[in-house]
């Protein structure tokens, strides 16, 4: 059974950081490209950032040069780390493993939700 735990959200103030990780385990995590997306209330879940399995990253433009994805697969885990805070960051924070093949399963966590305050 393939289980995605999340950890890290919370309350900031604008200017903070907060650090996101997704301890996977369930499936060979080592070989598989992972991010984090997010959802703002009234909007649609975009993909914040991901990792493939040669460690290659993408961004969201608007997170560039603030947001670092980074992979341990000693520990099947994956972390956000999130710096310079905006409000407008206020969401749901989701892990995500992406299918391996084309129509393979696709996992995801139970959200971990980022408050920041201004």
């Known amino acids: 059974q393939v289980q995605l735990v999340e950890s890290g959200g919370g309350l900031v103030q604008a200017g903070g950081s907060l650090r996101l990780s997704c301890a996977v385990s369930?499936?060979?995590?080592?070989?598989?490209?992972v991010g984090w997306y997010r959802q703002a209330p009234g909007n649609q879940r975009e993909l914040v950032a991901s990792i493939n399995s040669g460690f290659r990253t993408d961004y969201l433009d608007v997170v560039k040069g603030r947001f670092t994805i980074s992979r341990d697969n000693a520990l099947d885990t994956v972390y956000l780390q999130m710096d310079s805070l905006k409000p407008e960051d206020t969401a749901v924070y989701y892990c995500?493993?992406?299918?391996?093949?084309?129509?393979?399963?696709?996992?995801w966590g139970q959200g971990t939700r980022v408050t920041v305050s201004s």
């Open positions: 369930g499936l060979t995590f080592s070989i598989r490209t």
């Open positions: 995500n493993v992406r299918p391996y093949i084309i129509g393979g399963a696709e996992y």
